[in-house]
């Protein structure tokens, strides 16, 4: 598909409507922040020494997005958990933070249960399943959200969702310090550059055609890298990878020299909130990439905070790899792959 201003055609392709979906982040994101804040009853959690975020594809972008916002100013040790078991460290000292979009994960639903056996303390964000039944039940602090702005169904477009209802009861449970205005501002200026970052990822993707995309990004930025690695898997159907600065410039800067015929697109994240000495890695990174003659672009971001930022990549991300399976005339909401493998698994 080359063409992508005919919604109809569009839908041949994308019959569930990812393009819808995506249009609604924004909204996502306002309708998830308003309902947090005014939820009753949220007590602050008290005597909280380390955090562990619980999560699998998707469902596990919340933590990585706010292990990444987090970076300098965090108090608290802070794992990520993509599997069946927390850490053997838990107690009613932990917070186990556990989200899935559909409610039913198994390995989230299994490391519910064993953070309820290990007192720990809990937060649960999702739609509705078994961990809303559980949060319900246990009267664990929880968001559980309706949906209804992602018509598609499709976990890793109900971001608003998941990642702003997180940063969000975080906040309100006393975790993290985030004025409710920064966020409200940062919405609000989303709101205003849909468009402009719509259209720049049509253009964008088609440079990404028949290459490998490789995703390069920093701090705050940290988790958006993983992020986009995955949407570039799951909705383009294309191998991708990603890297972080400055760890990258300790080995990857020797791999760019073999074998001669690697189809790869670096993807460098740039952002104004970078502070200089990242700046300067980014640039660097750029020049070095160049000069073993292999492709890079660059999307630079103009926030005016980390959550500009993050809000703005999340965004761009989501057209991007949304226009590159469009010409690849690939159906960006299945994973017929993935639902094989679960399928076998039950066997």
């Known amino acids: 598909m080359q063409t992508f201003n005919d919604r109809e055609a569009i839908k041949k392709i994308d019959p569930q409507d990812t393009l819808a979906s995506t249009e609604q982040f924004a909204k996502q994101c306002e309708v998830a922040w308003n309902e947090v804040m005014s939820k009753k009853d949220v007590k602050r959690l008290e005597s909280i020494k380390n955090i562990v975020f619980c999560g699998m594809g998707a469902s596990i972008y919340g933590g990585l997005v706010v292990r990444s916002l987090e970076e300098e100013s965090r108090t608290l040790p802070t794992e990520i958990v993509t599997g069946y078991h927390i850490p053997d460290y838990v107690d009613q000292h932990t917070l186990v933070v556990l989200t899935s979009y559909s409610g039913t994960t198994e390995e989230t639903v299994s490391c519910a249960k064993e953070a309820m056996d290990k007192q720990a303390k809990m937060l649960i964000i999702t739609k509705g399943g078994d961990l809303a039944t559980f949060a319900r039940d246990g009267n ?31 906040s309100r449970l006393g975790v993290i310090v985030v004025e409710e205005k920064e966020i409200t501002d940062a919405i609000t200026r989303l709101h205003e550059k849909v468009s402009e970052l719509r259209d720049a990822a049509i253009k964008d993707s088609e440079q990404f055609v028949d290459t490998i995309p490789v995703v390069i990004a920093a701090a705050h930025l940290s988790g958006n890298a993983h992020i986009l690695r995955n949407q ?4 383009s159907k294309t191998f991708s990878s990603y890297f972080l600065v400055p760890d990258l410039n300790h080995h990857l800067m020797e791999g760019l020299q073999a074998p001669n015929a690697m189809p790869i697109r670096f993807l460098i994240i740039d952002s104004p909130n970078y502070e200089e000495r990242i700046k300067r890695r980014i640039a660097l990174t750029d020049d070095v990439i160049k000069q073993n003659k292999r492709n890079s672009f660059v999307f630079s971001t103009n926030g005016q905070t980390l959550y500009d930022d993050f809000l703005e990549t999340l965004v761009y ?11 690849y ?16 698994l039950k066997k």
Do not use: C
């Open 232 to 235: 570039f898997n799951e909705t």
């Open 317 to 327: 991300g989501s057209y991007l790899t949304l226009f590159l399976s469009l010409r």
């Open 329 to 344: 005339d690939q159906n960006p909401a299945i994973n017929p792959w993935v639902d094989y493998f679960k399928e076998q």
């Open 140 to 170: 664990i602090p929880s968001y559980i959200f309706d949906g209804k702005l992602n018509p598609a169904g499709v976990p890793r477009l109900g971001n608003g969702y998941t990642i702003l209802g997180l940063i969000g009861m975080l």
